[in-house]
Protein backbone atom coordinates (compact mmCIF):
# COMPACT_ATOMS: atom_id res chain seq x y z
CA UNK A 1 0.00 0.00 0.00
CA UNK A 2 2.41 2.43 0.87
CA UNK A 3 4.42 1.66 -2.44
CA UNK A 4 0.94 2.62 -4.59
CA UNK A 5 0.94 5.48 -2.39
CA UNK A 6 4.12 6.68 -3.90
CA UNK A 7 3.42 5.90 -6.74
CA UNK A 8 0.02 7.54 -7.06
CA UNK A 9 0.83 10.60 -4.84
CA UNK A 10 0.55 13.50 -7.75
CA UNK A 11 -2.70 12.32 -8.48
CA UNK A 12 -4.06 12.09 -5.10
CA UNK A 13 -2.71 15.67 -5.20
CA UNK A 14 -4.26 16.89 -7.64
CA UNK A 15 -7.86 15.87 -6.95
CA UNK A 16 -9.44 18.39 -4.69
CA UNK A 17 -8.75 17.39 -0.90
CA UNK A 18 -11.98 15.99 0.57
CA UNK A 19 -12.44 13.85 -3.47
CA UNK A 20 -8.88 12.15 -2.64
CA UNK A 21 -9.83 11.52 1.03
CA UNK A 22 -12.68 9.40 -0.64
CA UNK A 23 -10.70 7.22 -2.66
CA UNK A 24 -8.20 6.77 -0.36
CA UNK A 25 -10.98 5.01 2.22
CA UNK A 26 -12.53 3.20 -0.73
CA UNK A 27 -9.35 1.90 -1.73
CA UNK A 28 -9.21 0.56 2.17
CA UNK A 29 -11.86 -1.04 2.28
CA UNK A 30 -11.70 -2.25 -0.67
CA UNK A 31 -8.77 -4.59 0.35
CA UNK A 32 -9.37 -7.97 2.08
CA UNK A 33 -8.82 -7.83 5.51
CA UNK A 34 -4.92 -9.21 6.06
CA UNK A 35 -3.35 -10.82 9.40
CA UNK A 36 -1.77 -8.41 11.92
CA UNK A 37 1.23 -7.58 11.55
CA UNK A 38 4.10 -8.25 13.50
CA UNK A 39 5.08 -5.94 15.64
CA UNK A 40 8.40 -5.53 18.63
CA UNK A 41 7.21 -6.81 21.91
CA UNK A 42 8.97 -3.84 23.15
CA UNK A 43 6.16 -1.61 21.76
CA UNK A 44 3.20 -3.08 23.29
CA UNK A 45 1.18 -0.69 25.64
CA UNK A 46 -1.33 -1.08 28.05
CA UNK A 47 -3.81 1.44 28.70
CA UNK A 48 -7.81 1.41 29.49
CA UNK A 49 -7.64 -2.10 30.26
CA UNK A 50 -6.23 -2.79 26.67
CA UNK A 51 -3.62 -4.04 24.93
CA UNK A 52 -1.84 -2.24 22.09
CA UNK A 53 0.42 -3.85 19.90
CA UNK A 54 2.40 -0.49 19.45
CA UNK A 55 2.24 2.89 20.83
CA UNK A 56 0.37 4.71 17.13
CA UNK A 57 -2.68 4.81 15.89
CA UNK A 58 -5.07 6.55 13.47
CA UNK A 59 -7.01 9.71 14.69
CA UNK A 60 -10.61 10.49 14.31
CA UNK A 61 -11.24 12.01 11.04
CA UNK A 62 -10.30 9.70 8.69
CA UNK A 63 -12.56 6.54 8.70
CA UNK A 64 -15.32 8.99 9.57
CA UNK A 65 -18.18 6.33 8.66
CA UNK A 66 -16.88 3.33 9.92
CA UNK A 67 -16.18 2.03 5.61
CA UNK A 68 -12.33 0.87 6.48
CA UNK A 69 -11.90 -0.68 9.86
CA UNK A 70 -9.37 -3.23 8.84
CA UNK A 71 -7.74 -1.50 6.07
CA UNK A 72 -6.87 0.97 8.53
CA UNK A 73 -5.38 -2.11 10.75
CA UNK A 74 -3.82 -3.20 8.21
CA UNK A 75 -1.38 -0.08 8.08
CA UNK A 76 0.62 -1.31 11.14
CA UNK A 77 -1.25 0.84 13.56
CA UNK A 78 -1.60 0.01 16.97
CA UNK A 79 -5.06 1.06 16.91
CA UNK A 80 -7.49 3.09 14.99
CA UNK A 81 -10.68 5.45 16.20
CA UNK A 82 -13.41 5.82 13.66
CA UNK A 83 -16.12 9.18 13.50
CA UNK A 84 -16.80 11.05 14.53
CA UNK A 85 -20.09 10.02 14.56
CA UNK A 86 -23.59 12.05 15.47
CA UNK A 87 -26.89 10.47 16.47
CA UNK A 88 -28.87 11.52 13.29
CA UNK A 89 -27.16 11.76 9.61
CA UNK A 90 -26.06 15.14 8.84
CA UNK A 91 -24.21 16.40 5.65
CA UNK A 92 -21.95 18.65 7.46
CA UNK A 93 -20.56 22.39 6.12
CA UNK A 94 -20.25 23.07 2.42
CA UNK A 95 -18.14 22.55 -0.06
CA UNK A 96 -15.23 23.16 -0.35
CA UNK A 97 -14.67 22.53 3.61
CA UNK A 98 -11.30 20.96 3.55
CA UNK A 99 -8.13 22.68 2.14
CA UNK A 100 -4.28 21.15 2.30
CA UNK A 101 -1.74 23.86 3.17
CA UNK A 102 1.07 22.04 1.61
CA UNK A 103 3.85 24.56 2.65
CA UNK A 104 2.50 24.41 6.24
CA UNK A 105 2.61 20.35 5.91
CA UNK A 106 -0.77 21.21 7.41
CA UNK A 107 -4.73 21.29 6.90
CA UNK A 108 -7.98 23.33 7.38
CA UNK A 109 -10.81 21.40 7.65
CA UNK A 110 -14.79 22.77 8.71
CA UNK A 111 -16.07 19.43 7.43
CA UNK A 112 -19.04 20.30 10.26
CA UNK A 113 -19.18 16.70 11.66
CA UNK A 114 -20.55 15.28 8.35
CA UNK A 115 -21.96 11.35 9.69
CA UNK A 116 -24.33 8.83 8.36
CA UNK A 117 -25.63 8.76 12.01
CA UNK A 118 -25.09 6.30 14.77
CA UNK A 119 -27.27 3.32 13.17
CA UNK A 120 -25.32 2.88 10.13
CA UNK A 121 -21.96 2.74 12.20
CA UNK A 122 -23.16 0.73 14.38
CA UNK A 123 -24.63 -2.14 11.58
CA UNK A 124 -21.59 -1.99 9.81
CA UNK A 125 -19.60 -2.17 13.72
CA UNK A 126 -21.51 -5.63 14.17
CA UNK A 127 -21.21 -6.69 10.81
CA UNK A 128 -17.68 -6.66 11.26
CA UNK A 129 -17.84 -8.02 14.72
CA UNK A 130 -19.93 -11.22 12.82
CA UNK A 131 -17.62 -12.39 10.86
CA UNK A 132 -14.98 -14.61 11.61
CA UNK A 133 -11.48 -13.31 11.60
CA UNK A 134 -12.62 -9.85 11.20
CA UNK A 135 -12.98 -8.42 15.30
CA UNK A 136 -9.08 -7.86 15.69
CA UNK A 137 -7.68 -4.84 16.32
CA UNK A 138 -8.33 -1.93 18.89
CA UNK A 139 -10.77 -0.07 17.27
CA UNK A 140 -12.06 3.20 18.93
CA UNK A 141 -15.56 5.24 18.03
CA UNK A 142 -15.28 9.25 18.56
CA UNK A 143 -18.46 10.76 19.74
CA UNK A 144 -20.57 14.03 18.36
CA UNK A 145 -23.58 15.98 18.84
CA UNK A 146 -25.42 16.71 16.20
CA UNK A 147 -25.39 20.37 15.25
CA UNK A 148 -29.27 21.94 15.71
CA UNK A 149 -29.56 19.31 18.88
CA UNK A 150 -31.56 20.88 21.49
CA UNK A 151 -29.62 18.11 24.20
CA UNK A 152 -26.41 17.42 23.04
CA UNK A 153 -25.98 15.91 26.24
CA UNK A 154 -28.15 13.51 25.60
CA UNK A 155 -26.81 13.38 22.31
CA UNK A 156 -23.75 11.51 24.01
CA UNK A 157 -25.59 9.05 26.49
CA UNK A 158 -27.74 7.71 23.21
CA UNK A 159 -24.28 7.25 21.40
CA UNK A 160 -22.86 5.37 24.17
CA UNK A 161 -25.86 3.35 24.46
CA UNK A 162 -25.76 2.31 21.27
CA UNK A 163 -22.09 1.93 20.66
CA UNK A 164 -20.59 1.19 23.50
CA UNK A 165 -21.11 -2.97 23.03
CA UNK A 166 -19.78 -2.80 19.77
CA UNK A 167 -16.10 -0.88 20.07
CA UNK A 168 -12.55 -0.64 22.47
CA UNK A 169 -13.13 2.93 23.56
CA UNK A 170 -15.12 5.74 23.11
CA UNK A 171 -14.14 9.40 22.51
CA UNK A 172 -16.34 12.06 24.16
CA UNK A 173 -15.48 14.79 21.65
CA UNK A 174 -16.82 18.28 22.69
CA UNK A 175 -13.75 19.69 21.07
CA UNK A 176 -14.31 20.03 17.57
CA UNK A 177 -14.37 23.83 16.32
CA UNK A 178 -16.68 23.21 13.58
CA UNK A 179 -19.72 22.57 15.53
CA UNK A 180 -21.18 25.78 16.59
CA UNK A 181 -21.64 26.17 20.90
CA UNK A 182 -20.15 22.53 20.99
CA UNK A 183 -16.68 23.80 22.62
CA UNK A 184 -18.52 25.13 25.26
CA UNK A 185 -19.13 21.96 26.68
CA UNK A 186 -15.59 21.89 28.14
CA UNK A 187 -16.77 24.15 30.94
CA UNK A 188 -16.58 22.53 34.03
CA UNK A 189 -20.64 22.13 34.74
CA UNK A 190 -21.84 21.57 31.64
CA UNK A 191 -18.65 18.60 31.44
CA UNK A 192 -19.56 17.50 34.16
CA UNK A 193 -23.25 16.78 33.26
CA UNK A 194 -22.47 15.62 29.68
CA UNK A 195 -19.86 12.84 31.09
CA UNK A 196 -22.45 11.53 34.19
CA UNK A 197 -25.11 11.08 31.80
CA UNK A 198 -22.76 9.33 29.03
CA UNK A 199 -21.26 7.17 31.55
CA UNK A 200 -24.40 5.80 32.49
CA UNK A 201 -25.49 5.19 29.39
CA UNK A 202 -22.46 3.12 29.20
CA UNK A 203 -23.33 0.85 31.86
CA UNK A 204 -26.74 0.38 30.85
CA UNK A 205 -25.33 -0.96 27.15
CA UNK A 206 -22.53 -2.77 28.90
CA UNK A 207 -24.52 -4.53 31.95
CA UNK A 208 -22.45 -6.41 33.82
CA UNK A 209 -19.89 -7.36 30.89
CA UNK A 210 -17.03 -5.54 30.56
CA UNK A 211 -16.90 -1.67 30.72
CA UNK A 212 -15.67 0.27 27.62
CA UNK A 213 -13.38 2.71 28.64
CA UNK A 214 -14.53 6.18 27.82
CA UNK A 215 -11.87 8.75 26.99
CA UNK A 216 -12.39 12.73 26.67
CA UNK A 217 -10.88 14.90 23.80
CA UNK A 218 -9.58 18.84 23.77
CA UNK A 219 -8.84 21.31 22.48
CA UNK A 220 -5.58 23.08 22.14
CA UNK A 221 -7.00 26.23 22.19
CA UNK A 222 -7.68 26.13 26.35
CA UNK A 223 -5.85 28.34 29.28
CA UNK A 224 -4.37 26.56 32.16
CA UNK A 225 -7.45 27.67 34.08
CA UNK A 226 -9.44 25.73 31.53
CA UNK A 227 -7.56 22.89 31.47
CA UNK A 228 -7.82 22.41 35.47
CA UNK A 229 -11.39 22.52 35.56
CA UNK A 230 -11.00 19.79 32.76
CA UNK A 231 -8.81 17.87 34.70
CA UNK A 232 -10.81 17.95 37.67
CA UNK A 233 -14.25 16.84 36.11
CA UNK A 234 -12.17 13.89 34.08
CA UNK A 235 -10.39 12.58 37.43
CA UNK A 236 -13.49 12.87 39.61
CA UNK A 237 -16.22 11.41 37.49
CA UNK A 238 -13.98 8.24 36.38
CA UNK A 239 -13.06 9.25 32.49
CA UNK A 240 -10.43 6.41 31.31
CA UNK A 241 -7.86 8.80 29.88
CA UNK A 242 -7.87 12.31 27.90
CA UNK A 243 -6.82 13.32 24.01
CA UNK A 244 -4.61 15.74 23.70
CA UNK A 245 -5.60 17.46 21.33
CA UNK A 246 -7.57 18.21 18.79
CA UNK A 247 -7.59 21.12 16.14
CA UNK A 248 -6.71 24.60 16.60
CA UNK A 249 -8.73 27.91 15.31
CA UNK A 250 -5.29 29.52 15.56
CA UNK A 251 -3.49 30.95 12.84
CA UNK A 252 0.24 31.17 13.64
CA UNK A 253 2.20 33.60 11.79
CA UNK A 254 4.55 31.30 10.18
CA UNK A 255 1.62 29.76 8.04
CA UNK A 256 2.64 30.17 4.26
CA UNK A 257 0.19 28.45 2.80
CA UNK A 258 -2.30 30.59 0.67
CA UNK A 259 -5.50 29.04 2.19
CA UNK A 260 -4.16 29.79 6.17
CA UNK A 261 -7.22 32.31 6.13
CA UNK A 262 -9.70 29.90 5.57
CA UNK A 263 -12.26 29.34 8.41
CA UNK A 264 -11.96 25.61 10.46
CA UNK A 265 -9.75 23.99 12.31
CA UNK A 266 -6.35 23.45 11.78
CA UNK A 267 -3.65 20.57 11.91
CA UNK A 268 -0.41 19.22 11.20
CA UNK A 269 2.78 20.21 11.87
CA UNK A 270 1.87 24.05 12.94
CA UNK A 271 -0.44 22.55 16.11
CA UNK A 272 2.46 19.96 16.71
CA UNK A 273 4.44 22.36 19.56
CA UNK A 274 1.06 24.00 21.05
CA UNK A 275 -0.65 20.40 21.45
CA UNK A 276 2.58 18.87 22.98
CA UNK A 277 2.88 21.30 25.95
CA UNK A 278 -1.25 21.41 26.52
CA UNK A 279 -0.36 17.18 26.29
CA UNK A 280 2.64 18.18 29.05
CA UNK A 281 0.53 20.57 31.39
CA UNK A 282 -2.31 17.69 31.46
CA UNK A 283 0.19 15.12 32.42
CA UNK A 284 1.42 17.07 34.84
CA UNK A 285 -1.87 18.13 36.61
CA UNK A 286 -2.99 14.01 36.44
CA UNK A 287 0.27 12.24 37.91
CA UNK A 288 -0.39 8.82 36.37
CA UNK A 289 -3.94 8.25 37.56
CA UNK A 290 -4.94 7.81 33.71
CA UNK A 291 -2.91 7.21 30.51
CA UNK A 292 -3.15 10.46 27.83
CA UNK A 293 -3.20 9.95 23.72
CA UNK A 294 -1.11 12.41 22.42
CA UNK A 295 -2.48 14.13 19.08
CA UNK A 296 -1.57 17.23 17.08
CA UNK A 297 1.77 17.45 14.50
CA UNK A 298 2.99 13.70 14.49
CA UNK A 299 4.66 13.07 11.58
CA UNK A 300 7.64 10.70 12.18
CA UNK A 301 9.11 9.13 14.82
CA UNK A 302 11.05 12.05 16.39
CA UNK A 303 7.60 13.76 16.87
CA UNK A 304 6.22 10.78 18.22
CA UNK A 305 8.67 10.86 20.63
CA UNK A 306 8.46 13.97 22.24
CA UNK A 307 5.03 13.36 22.40
CA UNK A 308 5.38 10.13 24.70
CA UNK A 309 8.28 12.30 26.86
CA UNK A 310 5.38 14.84 27.43
CA UNK A 311 3.44 12.02 29.29
CA UNK A 312 1.59 10.16 26.21
CA UNK A 313 1.28 6.52 26.47
CA UNK A 314 -0.32 6.41 23.25
CA UNK A 315 -0.05 8.92 19.98
CA UNK A 316 -2.76 9.56 17.06
CA UNK A 317 -1.98 11.31 13.56
CA UNK A 318 -3.69 11.78 10.35
CA UNK A 319 -2.54 14.98 8.11
CA UNK A 320 0.86 13.41 8.10
CA UNK A 321 -0.67 10.85 6.20
CA UNK A 322 -2.03 13.12 3.74
CA UNK A 323 1.48 13.74 2.79
CA UNK A 324 3.88 11.00 3.39
CA UNK A 325 1.17 8.22 3.11
CA UNK A 326 0.33 5.10 4.93
CA UNK A 327 3.97 3.81 5.24
CA UNK A 328 4.45 6.66 7.78
CA UNK A 329 3.28 4.31 10.69
CA UNK A 330 5.77 1.64 9.79
CA UNK A 331 8.64 4.27 9.53
CA UNK A 332 7.60 5.60 13.22
CA UNK A 333 7.16 2.31 14.74
CA UNK A 334 10.86 1.31 13.01
CA UNK A 335 12.42 4.56 14.58
CA UNK A 336 10.73 4.40 18.03
CA UNK A 337 12.48 0.79 18.41
CA UNK A 338 15.64 1.89 16.78
CA UNK A 339 15.28 4.75 19.94
CA UNK A 340 14.95 2.04 22.69
CA UNK A 341 17.68 0.02 21.24
CA UNK A 342 20.02 2.74 21.32
CA UNK A 343 19.01 3.92 24.53
CA UNK A 344 18.33 0.99 26.60
CA UNK A 345 15.18 1.44 27.99
CA UNK A 346 13.23 -1.83 27.90
CA UNK A 347 9.86 0.04 26.36
CA UNK A 348 7.74 2.54 25.29
CA UNK A 349 6.26 2.76 29.28
CA UNK A 350 9.94 3.95 30.34
CA UNK A 351 9.92 6.99 28.17
CA UNK A 352 6.49 8.19 28.96
CA UNK A 353 6.80 11.42 31.02
CA UNK A 354 10.65 11.98 30.74
CA UNK A 355 10.31 14.96 29.99
CA UNK A 356 7.31 16.59 31.09
CA UNK A 357 8.22 19.24 33.13
CA UNK A 358 10.79 20.91 29.88
CA UNK A 359 8.18 20.65 28.01
CA UNK A 360 5.16 22.17 29.64
CA UNK A 361 7.34 25.31 30.54
CA UNK A 362 7.99 25.75 26.78
CA UNK A 363 11.32 23.96 25.86
CA UNK A 364 11.50 22.18 22.79
Known amino acids: MAGLFDLARPLIHALDPET ?7 ALAALPPGKPAAHDPRLAVNAFGLAFPNPVGLAAGFDK ?109 VSSPNTPGLRDLQGEAALDALIVRTLAARDKACGAGRLTPVLLKIAPDLTEIDLDGIVTVALRRGIAGLIVSNTTLDRPASLRSPHRGETGGLSGRPVFARSTRLLAQAAIRIEGRMPLIGVGGVEDWRSALAKIEAGASLVQLYTAMIYKGPGLFGEITTGLVAHLARTGAPDMAALVGSRMTAIAAGEP
Open 20 to 26: AHKLTVA
Open 65 to 173: HAEAIDGCLGLGVGFTEIGGVTPLPQPGSARPRVFRLTEDQAVINRYGLNSVGVDVVAGRLAARRGRAGGSGGIVGVNLGANKESADRAGDYAVLAEKLAPLCDFLTIN
